[in-house]
Protein backbone atom coordinates (compact mmCIF):
# COMPACT_ATOMS: atom_id res chain seq x y z
CA UNK A 1 0.00 0.00 0.00
CA UNK A 2 1.04 3.12 -1.08
CA UNK A 3 1.74 5.99 2.10
CA UNK A 4 1.56 9.51 2.23
CA UNK A 5 5.85 10.37 2.37
CA UNK A 6 7.45 10.93 6.12
CA UNK A 7 7.31 14.14 7.12
CA UNK A 8 3.78 15.18 5.38
CA UNK A 9 0.69 14.03 6.12
CA UNK A 10 -3.65 14.30 5.05
CA UNK A 11 -5.49 16.78 6.96
CA UNK A 12 -8.99 15.49 7.02
CA UNK A 13 -12.07 17.05 8.04
CA UNK A 14 -12.98 17.48 10.79
CA UNK A 15 -9.85 19.12 11.67
CA UNK A 16 -9.57 20.96 8.21
CA UNK A 17 -12.09 22.77 9.88
CA UNK A 18 -9.98 24.55 12.32
CA UNK A 19 -7.46 25.42 9.58
CA UNK A 20 -10.17 27.03 8.05
CA UNK A 21 -10.97 29.16 11.03
CA UNK A 22 -7.58 29.96 11.25
CA UNK A 23 -6.95 30.94 8.29
CA UNK A 24 -10.52 33.06 8.26
CA UNK A 25 -9.68 34.67 11.04
CA UNK A 26 -6.05 35.62 9.81
CA UNK A 27 -8.01 37.26 6.25
CA UNK A 28 -10.21 39.20 8.86
CA UNK A 29 -7.19 40.54 10.87
CA UNK A 30 -4.85 41.33 8.21
CA UNK A 31 -8.04 43.14 6.44
CA UNK A 32 -8.47 45.70 9.35
CA UNK A 33 -4.59 46.71 9.11
CA UNK A 34 -5.16 46.67 5.24
CA UNK A 35 -2.74 43.89 4.21
CA UNK A 36 -3.30 42.74 0.73
CA UNK A 37 -2.83 39.17 -0.47
CA UNK A 38 -0.16 37.84 -2.73
CA UNK A 39 0.56 34.52 -3.81
CA UNK A 40 3.97 33.77 -5.22
CA UNK A 41 5.28 30.05 -6.89
CA UNK A 42 5.96 26.95 -5.02
CA UNK A 43 9.18 26.99 -6.22
CA UNK A 44 11.81 29.64 -7.27
CA UNK A 45 15.38 29.72 -9.41
CA UNK A 46 17.75 28.09 -6.29
CA UNK A 47 20.31 31.53 -6.40
CA UNK A 48 16.90 33.19 -4.69
CA UNK A 49 17.60 31.55 -1.47
CA UNK A 50 21.38 31.15 -1.80
CA UNK A 51 21.41 34.93 -1.64
CA UNK A 52 19.06 36.06 0.63
CA UNK A 53 18.25 33.18 3.69
CA UNK A 54 22.25 32.80 3.21
CA UNK A 55 24.16 29.64 1.83
CA UNK A 56 25.97 28.61 5.47
CA UNK A 57 22.28 28.58 6.96
CA UNK A 58 21.09 25.28 7.19
CA UNK A 59 17.84 25.95 5.17
CA UNK A 60 20.01 26.33 2.35
CA UNK A 61 22.89 23.91 3.24
CA UNK A 62 21.10 21.29 4.55
CA UNK A 63 17.25 21.47 4.32
CA UNK A 64 16.25 22.52 0.95
CA UNK A 65 14.46 20.07 -1.96
CA UNK A 66 16.22 20.87 -5.00
CA UNK A 67 15.81 19.88 -8.86
CA UNK A 68 17.21 20.42 -12.45
CA UNK A 69 14.61 22.07 -14.86
CA UNK A 70 15.93 19.93 -17.86
CA UNK A 71 16.75 21.99 -20.86
CA UNK A 72 14.99 22.47 -23.83
CA UNK A 73 17.55 20.22 -25.91
CA UNK A 74 19.64 17.53 -23.95
CA UNK A 75 22.90 19.33 -24.62
CA UNK A 76 21.46 22.14 -22.61
CA UNK A 77 22.00 23.13 -19.18
CA UNK A 78 18.79 23.28 -16.99
CA UNK A 79 18.14 25.96 -14.57
CA UNK A 80 18.40 24.99 -10.93
CA UNK A 81 15.20 25.75 -9.15
CA UNK A 82 14.28 25.12 -5.02
CA UNK A 83 10.99 24.39 -3.49
CA UNK A 84 10.00 27.19 -1.22
CA UNK A 85 11.27 27.07 2.37
CA UNK A 86 10.48 30.55 3.48
CA UNK A 87 8.31 32.95 1.45
CA UNK A 88 9.80 36.28 2.29
CA UNK A 89 12.42 36.16 -0.65
CA UNK A 90 9.84 34.95 -3.20
CA UNK A 91 8.18 37.92 -1.33
CA UNK A 92 10.80 41.05 -2.11
CA UNK A 93 11.86 39.14 -5.68
CA UNK A 94 8.01 39.82 -6.60
CA UNK A 95 8.53 43.28 -5.15
CA UNK A 96 11.48 44.05 -7.33
CA UNK A 97 10.42 41.77 -10.51
CA UNK A 98 6.56 44.32 -10.47
CA UNK A 99 8.19 47.10 -9.63
CA UNK A 100 6.01 47.60 -6.57
CA UNK A 101 7.49 50.53 -5.13
CA UNK A 102 6.09 52.76 -7.79
CA UNK A 103 2.22 52.16 -5.84
CA UNK A 104 1.82 54.44 -3.41
CA UNK A 105 2.94 54.05 0.06
CA UNK A 106 4.54 51.23 1.74
CA UNK A 107 3.00 47.67 0.60
CA UNK A 108 1.28 45.62 3.15
CA UNK A 109 1.47 42.05 1.95
CA UNK A 110 0.13 38.53 3.32
CA UNK A 111 0.03 35.22 1.80
CA UNK A 112 -0.57 31.70 3.02
CA UNK A 113 0.13 28.33 1.53
CA UNK A 114 2.98 25.32 1.46
CA UNK A 115 6.74 25.60 2.64
CA UNK A 116 9.33 22.94 2.06
CA UNK A 117 12.30 21.54 3.88
CA UNK A 118 13.77 18.08 4.45
CA UNK A 119 14.23 17.97 8.18
CA UNK A 120 13.61 15.43 10.94
CA UNK A 121 9.50 15.27 11.35
CA UNK A 122 8.53 16.09 14.81
CA UNK A 123 5.79 17.08 16.55
CA UNK A 124 4.59 20.59 15.38
CA UNK A 125 7.24 20.04 12.44
CA UNK A 126 6.82 18.50 8.74
CA UNK A 127 8.81 18.56 5.75
CA UNK A 128 5.55 20.15 3.94
CA UNK A 129 4.16 22.20 6.21
CA UNK A 130 1.99 25.67 6.01
CA UNK A 131 2.99 29.22 7.06
CA UNK A 132 0.66 32.22 7.08
CA UNK A 133 2.64 35.23 6.40
CA UNK A 134 2.83 39.08 5.99
CA UNK A 135 5.75 41.76 4.58
CA UNK A 136 5.37 45.28 4.91
CA UNK A 137 8.43 46.75 2.56
CA UNK A 138 8.70 49.99 0.46
CA UNK A 139 11.22 52.77 -0.35
CA UNK A 140 12.69 54.50 2.44
CA UNK A 141 10.68 58.05 1.70
CA UNK A 142 7.57 55.73 2.48
CA UNK A 143 8.20 55.39 6.24
CA UNK A 144 9.81 51.25 5.54
CA UNK A 145 11.81 52.07 8.00
CA UNK A 146 10.16 53.40 10.37
CA UNK A 147 9.66 51.68 14.64
CA UNK A 148 5.97 52.61 13.50
CA UNK A 149 5.78 49.70 11.00
CA UNK A 150 7.38 47.24 13.89
CA UNK A 151 5.14 48.15 16.17
CA UNK A 152 2.11 47.77 13.85
CA UNK A 153 3.44 44.37 12.44
CA UNK A 154 3.60 43.24 16.05
CA UNK A 155 0.40 44.73 17.42
CA UNK A 156 -1.48 43.12 14.71
CA UNK A 157 0.25 39.78 15.70
CA UNK A 158 -0.80 39.97 19.56
CA UNK A 159 -4.63 40.75 17.93
CA UNK A 160 -4.15 37.67 15.97
CA UNK A 161 -3.28 35.19 18.74
CA UNK A 162 -6.28 36.88 20.95
CA UNK A 163 -8.93 36.27 18.42
CA UNK A 164 -7.89 33.09 18.35
CA UNK A 165 -7.87 32.44 21.88
CA UNK A 166 -4.41 31.51 22.27
CA UNK A 167 -4.04 32.01 26.09
CA UNK A 168 -0.48 32.95 27.84
CA UNK A 169 1.50 33.38 24.29
CA UNK A 170 4.92 35.78 25.06
CA UNK A 171 6.20 38.05 22.58
CA UNK A 172 10.38 38.13 22.68
CA UNK A 173 11.96 40.78 21.36
CA UNK A 174 15.83 41.47 20.34
CA UNK A 175 17.55 43.63 18.05
CA UNK A 176 20.39 42.12 15.82
CA UNK A 177 22.26 45.65 14.82
CA UNK A 178 22.94 46.45 11.23
CA UNK A 179 24.94 45.97 8.68
CA UNK A 180 27.99 48.23 10.72
CA UNK A 181 27.01 46.20 13.65
CA UNK A 182 27.24 42.45 12.32
CA UNK A 183 31.21 42.40 11.35
CA UNK A 184 32.13 43.69 14.76
CA UNK A 185 29.91 41.01 16.58
CA UNK A 186 30.83 38.68 14.69
CA UNK A 187 34.68 38.66 15.56
CA UNK A 188 33.69 39.12 18.94
CA UNK A 189 31.91 35.94 18.72
CA UNK A 190 35.43 34.71 16.87
CA UNK A 191 37.31 35.29 19.84
CA UNK A 192 35.04 33.92 21.95
CA UNK A 193 34.30 30.50 20.63
CA UNK A 194 38.04 29.70 19.82
CA UNK A 195 39.23 28.58 23.13
CA UNK A 196 35.82 26.29 23.92
CA UNK A 197 34.74 25.64 19.51
CA UNK A 198 36.45 21.75 20.31
CA UNK A 199 34.25 21.05 22.73
CA UNK A 200 30.91 21.90 20.46
CA UNK A 201 28.78 19.87 18.30
CA UNK A 202 30.27 19.46 14.73
CA UNK A 203 27.43 21.82 12.99
CA UNK A 204 28.95 24.87 15.54
CA UNK A 205 32.31 24.27 14.76
CA UNK A 206 32.05 24.83 11.40
CA UNK A 207 29.59 27.74 11.69
CA UNK A 208 32.38 29.18 14.13
CA UNK A 209 34.62 29.42 10.92
CA UNK A 210 32.17 30.35 8.42
CA UNK A 211 28.93 32.38 10.08
CA UNK A 212 29.74 32.59 13.59
CA UNK A 213 25.93 34.20 14.56
CA UNK A 214 24.21 31.03 13.50
CA UNK A 215 25.88 28.99 16.59
CA UNK A 216 22.81 30.45 18.54
CA UNK A 217 20.89 28.16 16.05
CA UNK A 218 22.26 25.98 17.90
CA UNK A 219 19.79 23.25 20.50
CA UNK A 220 22.00 20.54 21.00
CA UNK A 221 21.64 20.72 24.69
CA UNK A 222 25.63 20.26 26.02
CA UNK A 223 26.31 23.06 23.60
CA UNK A 224 24.16 25.64 25.51
CA UNK A 225 25.99 26.25 28.95
CA UNK A 226 29.11 27.50 26.32
CA UNK A 227 26.10 29.41 24.61
CA UNK A 228 24.93 31.02 27.38
CA UNK A 229 28.59 32.35 28.30
CA UNK A 230 28.93 34.30 24.56
CA UNK A 231 28.67 37.92 24.11
CA UNK A 232 25.34 39.10 23.45
CA UNK A 233 24.98 41.09 20.30
CA UNK A 234 23.05 44.12 22.51
CA UNK A 235 26.48 45.67 23.50
CA UNK A 236 27.19 46.10 20.00
CA UNK A 237 24.75 47.91 18.84
CA UNK A 238 24.89 51.56 17.01
CA UNK A 239 23.32 54.54 18.74
CA UNK A 240 20.76 54.20 15.79
CA UNK A 241 20.28 51.13 15.97
CA UNK A 242 19.39 51.53 20.01
CA UNK A 243 17.25 54.31 19.52
CA UNK A 244 14.68 52.56 17.15
CA UNK A 245 14.71 49.35 19.08
CA UNK A 246 13.86 51.75 21.99
CA UNK A 247 11.58 53.24 19.83
CA UNK A 248 9.64 50.05 19.08
CA UNK A 249 9.37 49.39 22.78
CA UNK A 250 8.17 52.54 23.79
CA UNK A 251 4.89 51.97 21.05
CA UNK A 252 4.18 48.89 22.08
CA UNK A 253 4.03 49.55 25.64
CA UNK A 254 1.68 52.50 24.76
CA UNK A 255 -0.13 50.27 22.69
CA UNK A 256 -0.72 47.52 25.23
CA UNK A 257 1.08 44.86 24.11
CA UNK A 258 3.50 43.04 26.35
CA UNK A 259 6.67 41.82 25.48
CA UNK A 260 10.09 40.50 27.28
CA UNK A 261 13.41 41.00 26.09
CA UNK A 262 15.75 38.46 24.84
CA UNK A 263 19.28 39.40 23.52
CA UNK A 264 19.90 35.56 22.64
CA UNK A 265 16.87 35.99 19.93
CA UNK A 266 18.92 35.96 16.68
CA UNK A 267 16.54 34.06 13.69
CA UNK A 268 18.09 31.45 11.51
CA UNK A 269 18.11 33.59 8.50
CA UNK A 270 20.85 36.08 6.86
CA UNK A 271 18.88 38.71 5.51
CA UNK A 272 17.59 39.82 9.28
CA UNK A 273 18.00 43.30 11.00
CA UNK A 274 17.28 45.49 13.62
CA UNK A 275 13.99 44.14 15.15
CA UNK A 276 13.54 40.30 15.63
CA UNK A 277 10.88 38.67 17.25
CA UNK A 278 9.39 35.32 18.33
CA UNK A 279 5.51 34.69 19.58
CA UNK A 280 6.01 31.64 21.95
CA UNK A 281 3.41 29.11 23.44
CA UNK A 282 4.55 26.73 26.28
CA UNK A 283 1.74 24.25 25.31
CA UNK A 284 4.29 22.97 22.33
CA UNK A 285 6.41 21.53 24.36
CA UNK A 286 10.33 21.96 23.10
CA UNK A 287 9.49 23.46 19.48
CA UNK A 288 7.30 25.96 21.68
CA UNK A 289 7.44 29.18 18.82
CA UNK A 290 4.30 29.77 16.92
CA UNK A 291 5.48 32.08 15.12
CA UNK A 292 8.54 34.95 14.31
CA UNK A 293 10.15 37.12 12.11
CA UNK A 294 11.87 40.45 12.36
CA UNK A 295 13.76 43.52 9.65
CA UNK A 296 14.79 42.86 6.68
CA UNK A 297 16.44 46.66 5.31
CA UNK A 298 18.86 45.44 3.08
CA UNK A 299 17.41 42.12 1.24
CA UNK A 300 16.02 44.03 -1.61
CA UNK A 301 19.50 45.57 -2.41
CA UNK A 302 20.94 41.72 -2.26
CA UNK A 303 18.35 40.80 -4.90
CA UNK A 304 19.32 43.63 -7.47
CA UNK A 305 16.39 45.87 -6.35
CA UNK A 306 16.44 49.16 -5.22
CA UNK A 307 16.48 50.47 -1.51
CA UNK A 308 13.40 48.91 0.18
CA UNK A 309 13.62 48.42 4.17
CA UNK A 310 11.10 46.14 5.10
CA UNK A 311 9.48 43.71 7.85
CA UNK A 312 7.90 40.37 8.20
CA UNK A 313 6.74 37.73 10.18
CA UNK A 314 5.19 33.88 9.30
CA UNK A 315 3.36 31.96 11.42
CA UNK A 316 3.50 28.33 11.39
CA UNK A 317 0.37 27.46 10.89
CA UNK A 318 0.47 23.47 12.04
CA UNK A 319 1.82 24.38 15.07
CA UNK A 320 -0.86 27.23 15.77
CA UNK A 321 -3.38 24.47 15.39
CA UNK A 322 -2.02 22.08 17.55
CA UNK A 323 -1.76 24.67 20.26
CA UNK A 324 -5.73 25.19 19.68
CA UNK A 325 -6.30 21.34 19.98
CA UNK A 326 -4.38 21.14 23.24
CA UNK A 327 -6.40 23.99 24.55
CA UNK A 328 -9.80 21.77 23.11
CA UNK A 329 -10.87 24.30 20.70
CA UNK A 330 -13.61 23.16 18.42
CA UNK A 331 -14.89 24.53 15.52
CA UNK A 332 -17.13 23.54 12.47
CA UNK A 333 -20.79 22.98 11.77
CA UNK A 334 -22.83 20.19 12.14
CA UNK A 335 -25.79 19.70 9.55
CA UNK A 336 -28.81 22.24 10.65
CA UNK A 337 -31.00 19.44 8.80
CA UNK A 338 -31.02 15.89 7.37
CA UNK A 339 -34.03 15.63 4.28
CA UNK A 340 -34.58 11.57 4.36
CA UNK A 341 -36.95 11.19 1.20
CA UNK A 342 -39.26 8.34 1.20
CA UNK A 343 -40.32 6.00 -2.07
CA UNK A 344 -39.18 6.16 -5.82
CA UNK A 345 -39.13 9.90 -7.09
CA UNK A 346 -38.46 11.50 -3.77
CA UNK A 347 -34.64 12.15 -4.44
CA UNK A 348 -35.61 14.47 -7.13
CA UNK A 349 -38.30 16.46 -4.43
CA UNK A 350 -35.65 16.58 -2.27
CA UNK A 351 -32.87 17.96 -3.88
CA UNK A 352 -34.99 20.82 -5.21
CA UNK A 353 -35.99 21.60 -0.80
CA UNK A 354 -32.06 21.09 -0.39
CA UNK A 355 -31.40 23.76 -2.64
CA UNK A 356 -34.37 26.32 -1.63
CA UNK A 357 -33.32 25.60 2.22
CA UNK A 358 -29.22 26.57 1.12
CA UNK A 359 -30.31 29.55 -0.39
CA UNK A 360 -31.82 29.98 3.08
CA UNK A 361 -28.16 29.96 4.65
CA UNK A 362 -29.22 25.97 6.08
CA UNK A 363 -26.28 23.89 5.93
CA UNK A 364 -28.47 20.89 4.25
CA UNK A 365 -27.74 16.81 4.22
CA UNK A 366 -29.62 14.57 1.78
CA UNK A 367 -30.89 11.15 2.59
CA UNK A 368 -31.54 8.68 -0.45
CA UNK A 369 -34.99 7.50 -1.31
CA UNK A 370 -33.65 3.61 -1.34
CA UNK A 371 -33.73 4.37 2.22
CA UNK A 372 -36.68 3.21 4.80
CA UNK A 373 -37.68 5.52 7.54
CA UNK A 374 -35.74 3.94 10.44
CA UNK A 375 -32.15 4.00 8.49
CA UNK A 376 -33.00 7.70 7.38
CA UNK A 377 -33.76 8.96 11.02
CA UNK A 378 -30.67 6.63 12.09
CA UNK A 379 -28.14 8.35 9.28
CA UNK A 380 -29.54 11.73 10.23
CA UNK A 381 -28.77 11.47 13.93
CA UNK A 382 -25.09 10.37 12.77
CA UNK A 383 -24.42 13.22 11.00
CA UNK A 384 -25.39 15.59 14.16
CA UNK A 385 -28.22 17.33 12.37
CA UNK A 386 -30.92 18.91 14.53
CA UNK A 387 -33.76 17.94 12.54
CA UNK A 388 -34.60 15.87 10.00
CA UNK A 389 -37.39 16.60 6.87
CA UNK A 390 -39.61 13.71 6.20
CA UNK A 391 -40.45 14.06 2.83
CA UNK A 392 -42.69 11.37 1.28
CA UNK A 393 -45.25 11.50 -1.61
CA UNK A 394 -48.15 13.06 0.48
CA UNK A 395 -45.68 15.72 1.19
CA UNK A 396 -44.25 16.66 -1.60
CA UNK A 397 -48.20 17.42 -3.03
CA UNK A 398 -49.22 19.14 -0.25
CA UNK A 399 -46.03 20.91 0.75
CA UNK A 400 -46.23 20.29 4.30
CA UNK A 401 -43.62 18.70 5.92
CA UNK A 402 -42.82 16.61 9.04
CA UNK A 403 -40.21 18.68 10.56
CA UNK A 404 -38.24 16.53 13.31
CA UNK A 405 -36.13 17.85 16.68
CA UNK A 406 -34.07 14.72 16.44
CA UNK A 407 -32.94 15.19 20.36
CA UNK A 408 -36.17 15.66 21.63
CA UNK A 409 -37.94 13.85 19.43
CA UNK A 410 -40.58 16.49 18.83
CA UNK A 411 -42.67 16.27 15.32
CA UNK A 412 -44.50 19.00 13.76
CA UNK A 413 -46.41 19.59 10.16
CA UNK A 414 -44.64 22.64 9.00
CA UNK A 415 -45.71 24.40 5.36
CA UNK A 416 -42.73 24.94 3.20
CA UNK A 417 -43.36 28.71 3.12
CA UNK A 418 -42.40 28.52 6.56
CA UNK A 419 -39.75 25.67 6.52
CA UNK A 420 -36.57 27.50 6.20
CA UNK A 421 -37.44 30.22 9.40
CA UNK A 422 -38.54 27.37 11.76
CA UNK A 423 -34.97 25.50 11.05
CA UNK A 424 -33.40 29.11 11.80
CA UNK A 425 -35.07 29.27 14.84
CA UNK A 426 -34.07 25.76 16.28
CA UNK A 427 -37.59 25.24 16.91
Known amino acids: MIKAVRGTRDLLP ?38 SVGEETDIVSKEMYTFEDRGRAASEPGQRLALRPENTAGVVRAY ?46 AGSESPARDAEVLTMLADLLDR ?32 VVDKMCADCQRRAVTNPLRVFDCKVPQDQP ?16 RTHFAQVQEILQGAGVPFTLNDRLVRGLDYYTRTAF ?37 IGEDRVVLALEDAGRQVGRAADVYIAPLGAGMDTQAARLGRELRRAGIVVELGD ?34 LKHLASGEQVAVPRAELAARIKAGS
Open 14 to 51: PQTELWNFVEQTAREVFRGYHFQEIRTPVFEDLALFQR
Open 369 to 402: ESFRLKKSLETAAKTSARFAVILGENEAQSDVFA
Open 96 to 141: IEHKLWERPGVQKLYYMGPQFRRERPQKGRYRQFYQIGAEVIGPPS
Open 278 to 314: EFTHGALGAQNAILGGGRYDGLSEALGGPPAPGIGFA
Open 226 to 241: IIATLPRISQFLDQGC
Open 164 to 195: LAIENWILELNSVGCAQDRPRYNEALRQALAP
